[in-house]
């Protein structure tokens, strides 16, 4: 059932999409049948599956230092007072900094390079990071530090066994959110300053005005991101929400 909903609202989508074309013209919408055969071949020529892995690869260098960093001080800041209160007021900054100023700002900094591109992303990723893990952090059952602390677990144990799991619903939450941002913000930083990837070859497909072209390689990219979606980040959040109890 679940199946056929899906496979109907793309019936749909196409539908109209088809509509959409014949009523504006192929030149501003071309159709589905017209974007297909430029994905087709894009793919011939092998610079779709190229540029498709270099954004992938940076989406997935961007997304593993905003993780990794963010949760190390989203932790600290919920379970540390001091270090909540001193750095409040830089979250706060990068929460509100529009994501083009910090692009902007790493290029000019750091000039047009691949880790000026990365530590962008990952900065436009990071305060939603640490503010998830934050809140699972400030949630932590102090009952379960005091059974590890009367068993005198070490902290590597204690991390593991004690504190992952109960963040582990709120990590899901953060990847799910940062995941569908990194991967937009990427674009972005490729159509401003990379020579590759699936942004710059949408950049040029906009100085062309090849409607066609956008078309073909935003679809082919939402489509990726709608299979790691599918078969990887829900999977992976119904793995760590398992424990809860399903109402009756």
Do not use: C
């Not at 503010?131 to 379960?144: F, H, M, Y």
């Amino acid at each position: 059932m679940n199946l056929a909903l899906r496979l109907g609202s793309v019936a749909f989508l196409l539908a109209v999409w088809l509509a959409g074309s014949q009523l504006v013209g192929p030149q501003l919408l071309p159709s589905p049948q017209t974007v297909g055969l430029a994905i087709v071949h894009e793919a011939r020529s092998g610079a779709l599956a190229f540029n498709l892995g270099v954004t992938l690869l940076r989406v997935a260098a961007a997304f593993t230092i905003a993780m990794v960093f963010g949760t190390v001080i989203g932790l600290a800041m919920g379970r540390i007072a001091v270090i909540d209160r001193l750095a409040d007021p830089w979250l706060v900054i990068l929460l509100n900094l529009p994501a083009l100023v910090i692009i902007v700002l790493a290029y000019v900094w750091a000039g047009l390079t691949e880790t000026a591109a990365l530590v962008a992303v990952a900065l436009n990723k990071l305060p939603i990071t640490i503010v998830t893990v934050r809140e699972g952090a400030r949630a932590l059952d102090p009952s379960l530090d005091e059974m590890a602390s009367v068993f005198r677990m070490s902290g590597w144990t204690r991390l593991r066994h004690v504190t992952m799991p109960q963040l582990a619903p709120y990590l899901a939450a953060a990847i799910r959110s940062g995941l569908s941002l990194v991967w937009k913000i990427v674009l972005i930083v490729e159509l401003l300053g990379r020579p590759n990837g699936v942004g710059f070859e949408i950049g040029v497909a906009f100085q062309l005005f090849d409607v066609t072209r956008i078309l073909a390689y935003a679809l082919s990219f939402v489509i990726v991101m709608l299979a790691i979606e599918t078969f990887l980040v829900q999977p992976f959040e119904r793995h760590v929400s398992r424990w809860r109890i399903k109402p009756a």
